[in-house]
């Protein structure tokens, strides 16, 4: 037997046992740090499996009120909404994403009508809406404009918020658009709505299951000239403090888990809760990987939730967010 060095400092007496580790452990998941994304459809009684993503549904507006009422006795009051569109409303300019028929305004009025005490997250964007799946208007030559397109964004987002969305997700990345929104909601009287902005939204391969679920790949091109490259970080915290003066209450990192860094140095320069999105890509990896039995999913997500956590995240949205919540309450 060695003998006993004369350490003075052993990290290791923090880990002796559960009741220790409990005391001395620095982050933690509630899952009131949540937000559920919801991909939801026209039609009646539809319940319908996204292959890309396990355990995840396309949803109509009948069957959401199951899947809600299982969300409140878990502890989740904020929902997130994704419009799966018919391919024969889509169009070049994206013109359903402002009609009065579109169908997601009015899952959202019965939801809000049934649930008031729900906090209601809409994302932004025209890429569900548009034939060539870009998140803005197109010109001839095929580049993705901003200004034509900031004045759509603003009639969606003023169009939610009277049908009862809580709070505006703008993940379209065009210059000026937090300003624009703002300044609409606010000449329609809607000074309580919110705007979560994708601040700092990358052009991730991390999207995938995501367009496949919503059928929105872009046809032509990619999202970099509006997206960010991963390669840069001092250019999110720009974006960031662009979107804060341009009067958004929460900034978004996404994707999370690759994204530590920024989501850390996000939080470090203001003073707005910043919140995170767990992908789409980062959720299926852990069901793929854990359907081949190559890690434990449970795990795995907890490990990947708290870690964004941890960063400096205040808010995470993620596909697991049902699986996370029962997970906590079984702990
Ligand atoms: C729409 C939008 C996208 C995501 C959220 N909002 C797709 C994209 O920008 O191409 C991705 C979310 C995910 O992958 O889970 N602009």
Known sequence: MLNQ???????????????????????????KDF?????????????????????????????????IDELLNLGINSLIFFPLINPKYKDATGSYATSEENHLL??????????????????????????HGHDGLLSNSGEVLNDVTLPILAQMSVLYAEAGVDVIAPSDMMDGRVKFIREALDENRHHSVSIMSYSAKYASSFYGPFRDALKSAPSKGNKKSYQMNPANSQEAILEALLDEEEGADFLMVKPASLYLDIIHKIKEATLLPVAAYHVSGEYAMLKAASQNKWLDFDQALYESLISIKRA??????????????QIIKNS
Do not use: M, W
């Open 35 to 67: 937000i559920a994304p919801f991909f939801l459809t026209e039609g009646k009684n539809i319940r319908a499996p996204i292959t890309s993503l396990p355990g995840q549904f396309h949803l109509s507006r009948d069957t959401l009120h199951q899947e």
């Open 106 to 131: 009015k899952t959202i009025r019965t939801i809000k009508e049934s649930y008031p005490e729900l906090c209601l997250f809409a994302d932004v964007a025209l890429d569900p809406f548009t034939s």
């Open 5 to 31: 060095l004369q350490l003075l400092k052993r990290p290791r007496r923090n880990r002796k046992s559960e009741a220790v580790r409990a005391l001395v452990q620095e982050t933690h998941l509630t899952s």
């Open 312 to 325: 400096g995240a205040d808010i995470i949205i993620s596909y697991g967010a049902k699986e996370i919540a």
